[in-house]
């Protein structure tokens, strides 16, 4: 079985300040790595995604996120955040050659960006 | 290409009744996966089903049940619903290959009361 832990759940940060959000895992396999966004009254949208290859993967609007198999850790990180980056995000892993597509996910962190 | 579509956006249901939320995954996607939120214990997985098959199971009561059509589409169904069934009952939809994204809809707000 896996879990993940995010250690914050709740971040507050300034507006134009790097913020970092810890997610740590376990797992006895190897795992696929997600980090998701809900912001208010919304579903889950994919941040980004680690399936195998380069360690450090990037999104579109900033984030980036860096896989770490001995520490079994995928934090993600901004370098500069704006105010429309509050939301809660998610970190989630599912297993490899697990039966279908669950994820298990950590307990969210509450990013608050103040002006 | 259209997202995910889960009906009805909000419910409110008496304890002891039943109800049946709805999800239209993405065109194309034949696995569909049901999550249930809250403020307590988070996002919990509920069970996946793939081609009318259900593929995975969380570990909830067997009052919480679902099924796929043909079509893809999934229904969720809770019975005799209690106080702790209120939450944010959300759908995911992926392509059926092992471990690739998930797409998420918007969710069911239920209310039990």
Redesign the interface.
Known sequence: AQSVTQLDSQVPVFEEAPVELRCNYSSSVSV?L?W?VQYP??????LL?Y?SGSTLVESINGFEAEFNKSQTSFHLRKPSVHISDTAEY?CAV?A?????????????TRVLVKP | KAGVTQTPRYLIKTRGQQVTLSCSPISGHRSVSWYQQTPGQGLQFLFEYFSETQRNKGNFPGRFSGRQFSNSRSEMNVSTLELGDSALYLCASSSGILNTEAFFGQGTRLTVV
């Open positions: 696929y997600f998701y009254n919304q579903g889950l949208q994919l995604k399936l998610f599912s490899d050659k697990a039966a279908g597509n669950k994820l298990t996910f950590g307990g969210g």
